[in-house]
């Protein structure tokens, strides 16, 4: 049993990091088709994302030494179809007949690896009926593949990491973990009468999509924060300098691209969400609305180090006074936008430029 608990110890320290990486992409995607992140549909996707790697730690751990496994002659594959239950009827007291023979054959480490292999895949078809509505034969396909991955990586030796393969590479764990991907796919209507169908999560999501949340939004200026960050690398690499990549990424991304797109950033376009105003929205007030923040505010640690720099070339007192101008603005505006994703609370330029966050997210039928 401490051989399986291995592989399920390690998942749980692995898996916040996996999850740490894929919360990104997910969290795009999910603005992006339904303009909001239920809780329940976050644990589905990811309570599969931790099966699977349980799944694969299950194929792959405890891991032996290098040393050991060079000196393995065991064979590395067996292509006999059902030579396991060969195995079972030879190395057990299965006597089909006999009901009392039962129990002592399950307690046989063969039967126990076969039952085992079963009921590895027997989540996976769950998952693929009730979240991803998979048809029965694509869920035997898939379940096939998943299996043939598992076979495929222990023949590999752990990608090439071992001299030889550590583990028996069987056709027969293709046809058992096939047959529990498609046991949980008969099995998961037992399950889904207690979960809300997948039509339900969708429309749950779609009706929350039609407002544009505090997290919404905040999640759509971190994306565009990150497409800053990274343009300005891929510029600083090229030797160009801060303010004029600077200028160029927002007048590229945040004055013109918001003239035709609806006052759309890159962090709006992939949460969907747009500006407008609702007795008519004018191009100007775009300009309103983004160059206080991105050429007056988001910049001012820079200005400071400018201000800086010029206390040695002019009147000291005229830069510092400068400085703490600055300084106040820029801890204003910055209370007032942290405090705009948890209240009504509006920026001090949308006053001026009367544009609000809309939902871009259709409801579904």
Known sequence: MSVYLIPIQVAMIVFPLIAFCLTLPYTIYQYHKYGSIPILRTLIIFSFIYYLINAYFMTMLPLPSIESVAKMTS??????PF???YEIIRTTPFIYNDPSTYLPTLKESNMMVTLFNILLTLPFGIYLRYYFQCSLKKTIFLSFLLSLSFELIQLSALFGIYPRPYRLFEVDDLITNTLGGTLGYAMTPLFARFLPTREK???IAYEKGQK?????????????AIFIAFIMIIFHFFQISFHISYFIIITVFYIILPFFKHGQTPGKLLTRIALENTEGTKKYQYLIHYIPLYLFILPTPYYFYQLLLLTKQIN??????????LLIIFFLTLCQFILSFFSSTKMWFDYFSHLTHISLIQQKD
């Not at 064979?75 to 006999?80: A, G, H, K, N, W």
């Not at 000291?316 to 101008?325: K, R």
């Open 201 to 203: 999560l969708d429309a």
């Open 75 to 80: 064979p590395t594959m067996e292509l006999r």
């Open 83 to 85: 030579h396991s239950v």
């Open 316 to 325: 000291p007192i005229l830069c510092y006074s400068g400085i703490i101008i």
């Open 212 to 224: 544009v949340s505090k997290p919404r939004k905040f999640f759509a200026f971190m994306i565009d």
